[in-house]
Nanobody, 123 residues
Framework: QVQMVESGGGLVQAGESLTLSCAVS????????LGWFRQAPGKGRQGVAF????????HLPDSVKDRFTISRDNAKNMLYLHMNNLKPEDTDIYYC????????????????WGQGTQVTVSS
C-alpha cells in the first residue's frame, strides 16, 4: 500500500521560512517523479514544484521559483519543499504527489498523493 505523509506545516509570519517533508512508502521511490501541490478550500489545486527521478532536474512556476526549492533523498524515500520569504498568499494546504510519469506529475494527473499539511502565513 502506497503512503505519502506530509509534515512540517504550521503558522508562520510573512518573510519567514518553512520546510515541508513528505515520507513515501510502498513504492520503488527511484522510479517516481514527484511534486508538491497546494490548494485552498474551494479552489483548484496548483502545482508549485516538480522534481525528476534522480533529483537532478526540477521545475517551479515563476510565482515561487525565487523563493521555493524542491529536493528529494532517494536513500530515505523523502521529498522536501523548502519555502523562503513566505507571503500570506502562500497560505494553503500543501500536498505531495507521485507518478511514474513526469508528465503526469506536472499535469496534476498523478497516481498518488498525500493528505496534505496546512501552511498559514500571517501578515
Amino acid at each position: 500500500q502506497v503512503q505519502m505523509v506530509e509534515s512540517g506545516g504550521g503558522l508562520v509570519q510573512a518573510g519567514e521560512s518553512l520546510t515541508l517533508s513528505c515520507a513515501v512508502s510502498g513504492l520503488n521511490f527511484d522510479d517516481y517523479a514527484l511534486g508538491w501541490f497546494r490548494q485552498a478550500p474551494g479552489k483548484g489545486r496548483q502545482g508549485v514544484a516538480f522534481i525528476n527521478y534522480t533529483g537532478r532536474s526540477s521545475h517551479l512556476p515563476d510565482s515561487v521559483k525565487d523563493r521555493f526549492t524542491i529536493s528529494r533523498d532517494n536513500a530515505k524515500n523523502m521529498l522536501y519543499l523548502h519555502m523562503n520569504n513566505l507571503k500570506p498568499e502562500d497560505t494553503d494546504i500543501y500536498y505531495c504527489a507521485a507518478d511514474r510519469s513526469w508528465g503526469a506529475v506536472v499535469r496534476g494527473t498523478h497516481q498518488y498523493w498525500g493528505q496534505g499539511t496546512q501552511v498559514t502565513v500571517s501578515s
